[in-house]
């Protein structure tokens, strides 16, 4: 059975950091692609992040282009989402995924099939 945990979420004032970290288990972590996506009250779930699976490979959604970064750790079975100039609009809860089809680095929810419970991030103004 596969698993995915999401941490580190929290609350952060404008322009803070935090770094979200996601375990995968269940299946050979290194064979497939990951996802970050999330979610804001009343919006659909969207991409913030996508990684091939050997990392070399990633996706940004255009809001957080230069802000966020993802990487993965192969040896831990964990991804990572470094966010950096966060601003209020980046408060949702933050998924992670693992992908559907192994290589492909996808951008829509349909791309993934298994997901982790989320995690809140809250960012002050």
């Known amino acids: 059975q596969v698993q995915v945990v999401e941490s580190g979420g929290g609350l952060v004032q404008a322009g803070g950091s935090l770094r979200l970290s996601c375990v995968a288990s269940g299946r050979t972590f290194s064979d497939y692609a990951m996802g970050w996506f999330r979610q804001a009250p009343g919006k659909e779930r969207d991409v913030v992040a996508a990684i091939s699976r050997s990392g070399t490979i990633t996706y940004y959604a255009d809001s957080v282009k230069g802000r966020f970064t993802i990487v993965r750790d192969n040896a831990k079975n964990t991804v990572y989402l470094q966010m950096n100039s966060l601003n209020p609009e980046d408060t949702a809860v933050y998924y992670c995924?693992?992908?559907?089809?192994?290589?492909?680095?996808?951008?829509?929810?349909?791309?993934?099939?298994?997901w982790g419970q989320g995690t809140q991030v809250t960012v002050s103004s």
């Open positions: 995924a693992s992908a559907r089809v192994a290589a492909v680095i996808g951008r829509r929810k349909d791309d993934y099939d298994y």
